[in-house]
């Protein structure tokens, strides 16, 4: 047994004991159990655990841009004047972009405000290939190993896009490091500083373009660090028609007007889920001929939509309210109405409420067919004809 007066640093000055524990217990917090009390030897550290140390803490995140040229999806818009809808920004667009390119200054940051599958990655890619610079392409949170490998491969000019930008200042971020401190991120933004353990240094002058689906959880310091916030202007349904048309002329279909505003009505204006019928019925056809009967295989039994893009779980909610939530007041009126747990729990979510909110909800309120009240979720006049339509 190892005694006081046997211990290998028995009797030397307190302040070096006290100093070299310190050490040991700062090891142990960056490389975790990696690091051991008996790896430290007479002296602070042992130099082959500081040569371990130093492993431990490069940096081993490579990062390299994205090919605009290597894409294998031809429904991606190349340019500007590809880009299908957007009559009031793509003018803007093309002002900044022009202006940037005859100043030789780096165009200021963006921020892309949208639903899913409307753009706003299309567009970002999109303005890096105007500007003729790379793209590198990004998921928040950005931790600080991927900034500052950004920060050796970038260069002035380069375009970083970091999609749902949201995520890099959530206020829930368990299982994510201190590495994504959202003051060092807004210091990146606003001076170009990257905030580093070992010290700061500069980043190179690029755009950041932001993108995310929930405006509700983007902070202001965040928004105000963005000069130029685009909005994207919702499709209609002729501009579903005329990009499933380019579409299928792109995937080498064959499909006529009435087949193209089949696609259109069906796609809930939006243009991934317009993509992802055009991708099944190319795979669905043998000889890239769409007729009626392809439409409607492709919507109602592949996708399990109705032709006005209902999807299922939609579809759930308004029979599911119609047939099970009827609440009949004194004074005559009926409601039909539940909380958005319940009706969660009915489409097979599991009480996931965002899932509602963010997948389900937005169309069926754009549409008229449902209301948000005190009482919960509930049927409109329409919502009510729409359902028993569904019911029958």
């Not at 031809?74 to 093309?94: E, T, W, Y």
């Not at 950005?142 to 002035?156: F, G, I, K, P, R």
């Not at 295989?297 to 592949?302: G, H, Q, Y």
């Amino acid at each position: 047994m190892r005694g006081p007066f046997n211990h290998p640093h028995h009797g030397e000055d307190r302040e070096i004991r006290l100093t070299r524990n310190q050490v040991r217990r700062d090891a142990r917090r960056q490389v975790g159990p990696l690091a051991s009390v008996r790896q430290a030897g007479p002296g602070l550290v042992n130099p082959a655990f500081l040569r371990m140390l130093a492993r431990q803490q490069a940096p081993s995140v490579k990062i390299e841009p994205t090919n605009l040229d290597a894409s294998d999806n031809p429904l991606r818009p190349a340019s500007l004047d590809a880009m299908v809808g957007q009559a009031k920004l793509k003018p803007l667009l093309r002002r900044l972009i022009d202006n940037a390119l005859s100043s030789g200054q780096p165009l200021d940051h963006l921020l892309l405000v949208g639903a899913s599958g409307t753009g706003k990655t299309t567009t970002a890619l999109v303005i890096a290939r105007e500007l003729g610079r790379r793209v590198f392409v990004l998921k928040a949170p950005v931790d600080m190993d991927t900034l500052s490998a950004l920060c050796d491969a970038a260069q002035d000019g380069d375009v970083c896009f970091v999609d749902e930008i949201h995520m890099q200042v959530s206020g829930d971020r368990r299982g994510l490091t201190q590495a994504c401190d959202p003051e060092s991120f807004y210091l990146l933004l606003e001076d170009g500083i990257l905030a580093e353990p070992r010290g700061p240094r500069p980043f190179p002058k690029v755009t950041w373009i932001g993108a995310t689906t929930d405006v509700g959880l983007l902070p202001e310091p965040l928004t105000n660090r963005f000069p130029l916030q685009p909005r994207l202007a919702p499709y209609t349904e002729y501009d579903m028609a005329v990009l499933a048309s380019a579409n299928a002329k792109a995937l080498g279909l064959i499909c006529g007007a009435v087949e193209c505003h089949m696609f259109a009505a069906a796609c809930r204006l939006n243009p991934r889920q317009l993509n992802s019928y055009m991708r099944s019925a190319k795979a669905l056809t043998a000889d890239g001929k769409i007729g009626v009967g392809d439409v409607e295989e492709v919507i109602v039994d592949l996708a399990g939509c109705t032709l006005d893009g209902l999807t299922p779980s939609q579809q759930t909610v308004l029979t599911y309210l119609f047939r099970n939530c009827r609440r009949p007041y004194r004074d005559g009126t009926v409601l039909y109405s539940a909380s958005v747990d319940t009706l969660a729990s009915a489409c097979g979510h599991g009480r996931d409420t965002k899932a509602i909110a963010l997948l389900v909800e937005p169309w069926l309120l754009q549409q008229g067919y449902l209301e948000v009240r005190h009482t919960g979720r509930t049927l409109t006049e329409r919502g009510i004809q729409r359902a028993k339509e569904l019911c029958r």
